[in-house]
T-cell receptor
Framework: AQKITQTQPGMFVQEKEAVTLDCTYDTSDPSYGLFWYKQPSSGEMIFLIY??????QNATEGRYSLNFQKARKSANLVISASQLGDSAMYFC??????????FGAGTTVTVRA | EADIYQTPRYLVIGTGKKITLECSQTMGHDKMYWYQQDPGMELHLIHY???????EKGDLSSESTVSRIRTEHFPLTLESARPSHTSQYLC???????????FGSGTRLTVV
């Protein structure tokens, strides 16, 4: 069974500053994938970034980077230069060998002007 | 441009009614999923399919049922809606060759 843990229910960040969202996971699958999604108040799920368990380098996509520490089973998301439009709920998710995607509880980010 | 479509976007319906939530994708993905999400909460997998005529129950028990007669179509049915079914339902698809998952816009269901 897979378990995703996000311990920060909500965070405030000043515009133009960076914010780190924590995610830890637990799985017995030898290979897996880690995802981050953004969900604005409208409800759709927006894919942000992906990290494969065998990838040697941390993934980056524009202002998003994933700090992958395999030994610690953590996959933290870093958003640099926060913008007002970044205010949303953020979900960490993991795909195991069965290709089912499991989600954490989410973190609400509020960007202040 | 959406490649996975969910209808209706919003639905308010009375208790006891039968409803079908539609989900279609044009990407030829073999795997499809239904998630249930209460406001501000995590997504729970309720059904998934690995291909035509394949359906499985997810991690969260649900009174809904699904079918997969065509690759592109994965409808979810509630035979008798109840207020406890009020939630957002999100459909997603993926393929073995693509690690990404594509989500529909969701259906916000309210049972009164």
């Amino acid at each position: 069974a897979q378990k995703i843990t996000q311990t920060q229910p909500g965070m405030f960040v000043q515009e133009k500053e960076a914010v780190t969202l924590d995610c830890t996971y637990d799985t017995s699958d030898p290979s897996y994938g880690l995802f981050w999604y953004k969900q604005p108040s409208s409800g759709e799920m927006i894919f942000l970034i992906y990290q494969g368990s065998y990838d040697q380098q941390n993934a980056t996509e524009g202002r998003y980077s994933l700090n992958f520490q395999k030994a610690r089973k953590s996959a933290n998301l870093v958003i640099s230069a926060s913008q007002l439009g970044d205010s949303a709920m953020y979900f960490c998710a993991m795909r195991g060998d069965d290709y089912k995607l499991s989600f954490g509880a989410g973190t609400t980010v509020t960007v202040r002007a | 441009e959406a490649d996975i479509y969910q209808t209706p976007r919003y639905l308010v319906i009375g208790t006891g009614k039968k409803i079908t939530l539609e989900c279609s994708q044009t990407m030829g993905h073999d795997k499809m999923y239904w998630y249930q999400q209460d406001p501000g909460m995590e997504l729970h997998l309720i059904h998934y399919s690995y291909g035509v005529n394949s359906t499985e129950k997810g991690d969260l028990s649900s009174e809904s049922t699904v079918s997969r007669i065509r690759t592109e179509h994965f409808p979810l049915t509630l035979e008798s809606a109840r207020p406890s079914h009020t939630s957002q339902y999100l459909c997603a698809s993926s393929t073995l060759a693509n690690y990404g998952y594509t989500f529909g816009s969701g259906t916000r269901l309210t049972v009164v």
